[in-house]
């Protein structure tokens, strides 16, 4: 019985990770965003918080997010269904690679070696969480439908927007149309997949 609870206790704190991880993020880059002089919302990039004033803010802010995500994944490994499959196993892994990628663009900010290394772990973490959503919906589309049928879906539509905001996210480079104002689209869907899943395994617990 003792176990039981403390497994909950656990499972519940690896969920509240997930739940508190994109929000704390937001609230920091509003918070650095007004903080910043001639920041602009449309144009600039959120990892443009991460050099020159105060971007030790953002750096340390992609670097908790991403160590929240990663003690989240523990409790989104414990609570999908056994046994978990293949493509589920994969979802909890491109998550941690999402989560490693958004810790390393704080420890390599865009004023490291001309922002090539930021670039790298910023698209692989950009790959990855659209990778993890729809490999999450295969793996539970199937599966209980009482419990993951509306989630599964929810994490196939959230994937593929996240993919067309991704595509979108690079016209709009390629073009500066608006390339902060896509990029927060962008992040604001897939973050908050994190966001849902943890309340998502929080809401098991309860059960």
Same mark, same amino acid.
């Given at each position: 019985m003792n176990d039981n609870i403390s497994n909950t206790k656990k499972q519940r704190f690896y969920a509240i990770c997930g739940i508190i991880a994109p929000i704390i993020f937001w609230i920091m880059v509003i918070v650095e965003s007004i903080l910043r002089p001639g920041y602009s919302q449309y144009y600039n990039f959120v990892s443009d918080l991460g050099v020159g004033h105060l971007a030790i803010l953002q750096n340390i802010n992609f670097i908790l997010f991403g160590i929240l995500t990663i003690i989240f994944t523990v409790g989104l490994r414990n609570g999908l269904p056994l046994p978990s499959g293949r493509s589920l196993r994969a979802s909890v892994w491109f998550v941690i690679v999402f989560a490693l990628g958004v810790l390393l663009a704080g420890v390599l900010p865009e004023s490291f070696l001309s922002a090539n290394p930021h670039n790298i772990v910023s698209a692989t973490a950009f790959v990855a969480i659209i990778a993890a959503q %729809? %490999?999450?919906?295969?793996? %539970?589309?199937?599966?209980d439908k009482n419990v993951w049928g509306r989630y599964a879906t929810y994490s196939l539509i959230s994937g593929l927007i996240s993919l067309i905001l991704v595509i979108i996210l690079k016209v709009a480079i390629l073009y500066g149309f608006y390339p902060g104002l896509s990029q927060r689209a962008f992040l604001l869907v897939s973050w908050a997949w994190i966001g849902i899943t943890g309340i998502k395994l929080y809401t098991l617990t309860r059960k």
């Open positions: %729809l %490999l999450m919906w295969q793996g %539970l589309k199937n599966r």
